[in-house]
Each structure stands twice: as structure tokens, then as C-alpha cells.
Nanobody
Framework: VQLQASGGGLVQAGASLRLSCAASGAPIRRYSVGWFRQAPGKEREFVAAIKSSSGSTYYADFVEGRFTIAKDNAKNTVYLQMSGLKPEDTAVYSC???????????????????WGQGTQVTVSS
């Protein structure tokens, strides 16, 4: 499967954005999909994930209820709806997929083997 992230942009603090992760080459329903982000000079960090088998969702602590991950199998796309954006959310956001992910590893980027090109999110204060 190939993944393509889009939807980033420049917004003010408090605004909302919806990121999309479009899949091609295979049905996205077969894959667990995660969103990760990387800010300049920082390590890549887990943001959110949705499990293929159960549809269960997982979030990083810093999300604090502001983001929602969802999958639309008909559109072969996973979304990350972000609201209440803060300047510290500024980063390149990437989506990744795996068909063999176990729940205990869902936050580990090394467990994903399909990565899409990232999309820049910049939040101004």
C-alpha cells in the first residue's frame, strides 16, 4: 500500500485542521494506521493511531482530547481532525501503516513499514 498525507497548512492558535492519509494499491481496512509528527531538532513522536481489526483508537497524552483519528474505508482514507491547535503542534505530520501491528507496539514508529510523505502543519501564536 502507498500512503499520501495532505491537509497541512499555516493556521493561528486555536484553529482546526483536518489531515488526510489516502491509500492506494490496497484496501486501507487491512491496515492499522498511525500519525506521527516531527518538529525541527526533535525526535519523531506518536500522535494517534487506529487499529485495523477493532477500530480502536489510541492517542498521545499531549493530544488531550483535541484530535480525533478516523478511518473511511469507502474513501480508502484515514483522517486526523485537529482542533485547538497550539504553536507547539507545529511539525511535519506523517501517516504510516502496518498490517501486522500489535496493540502494545502501536506507538512505536519502527513497527510501521509503509510511510507516506509528510505534510507541514504550522501554528502561529
Amino acid at each position: 500500500v502507498q500512503l499520501q498525507a495532505s491537509g497541512g497548512g499555516l493556521v493561528q492558535a486555536g484553529a482546526s485542521l483536518r489531515l488526510s492519509c489516502a491509500a492506494s494499491g490496497a484496501p486501507i481496512r487491512r491496515y492499522s494506521v498511525g500519525w506521527f509528527r516531527q518538529a525541527p531538532g526533535k525526535e519523531r513522536e506518536f500522535v494517534a493511531a487506529i487499529k485495523s481489526s477493532s477500530g480502536s483508537t489510541y492517542y498521545a497524552d499531549f493530544v488531550e482530547g483535541r484530535f480525533t483519528i478516523a478511518k473511511d474505508n469507502a474513501k480508502n482514507t484515514v483522517y486526523l481532525q485537529m482542533s485547538g491547535l497550539k504553536p507547539e503542534d507545529t511539525a511535519v505530520y506523517s501517516c504510516a501503516g502496518s498490517s501486522s501491528l500489535i496493540t502494545s507496539s502501536i506507538r512505536d514508529p519502527r513497527q510501521y513499514y509503509c510511510w507516506g510523505q509528510g505534510t507541514q502543519v504550522t501554528v502561529s501564536s
